[in-house]
């Protein structure tokens, strides 16, 4: 099992940034993946979740209408779109599955990658 994320990097405030995170050694399509993210110094965060076809979502309220999470099954693959970047998003990005829900608590989430990191500083 494996969840390979990538795209991170230093931007400057008000930039967009896309990242991708790539699934193996299990199915895909019958999971529901999520991003999460840890701050410096806080705790990991729930960032946005999508069922597992896709057509349900749900976000934090502090990335609601900056950020689209958005998966391709046939590639087994999820992104997350980040628009209008702020510093306090700032944080190492994990995606993570759930073969059982569509849940915000990262307890609950069978599988993990390893994370990327978003700076996001003028």
């Known amino acids: 099992v494996q969840l390979q994320a990538s795209g991170g990097g230093l931007v400057q405030p008000g930039d967009s940034l896309r990242l991708s995170c790539a699934a193996s050694?299990?199915?895909?399509?019958?999971?529901?993946v999520a991003w999460f993210r840890q701050p410096p110094g806080k705790e990991r965060e729930f960032v946005a979740v999508?069922?597992?076809?896709?057509?349900?979502?749900y976000y934090a309220a502090s990335v609601k209408g900056r950020f689209t999470i958005s998966r391709d099954n046939a590639e087994n693959t999820v992104y997350l779109q980040m628009n209008s970047l702020k510093p306090e998003d700032t944080a190492i990005y994990y995606c993570a599955a759930d073969r059982s829900s569509v849940s915000v608590m990262p307890e609950t989430y069978d599988y993990w990658g390893q994370g990327t990191l978003v700076t996001v500083s003028s």
């Open positions: 050694g299990f199915t895909f399509s019958s999971t529901n």
């Open positions: 999508a069922h597992q076809a896709g057509y349900r979502t």
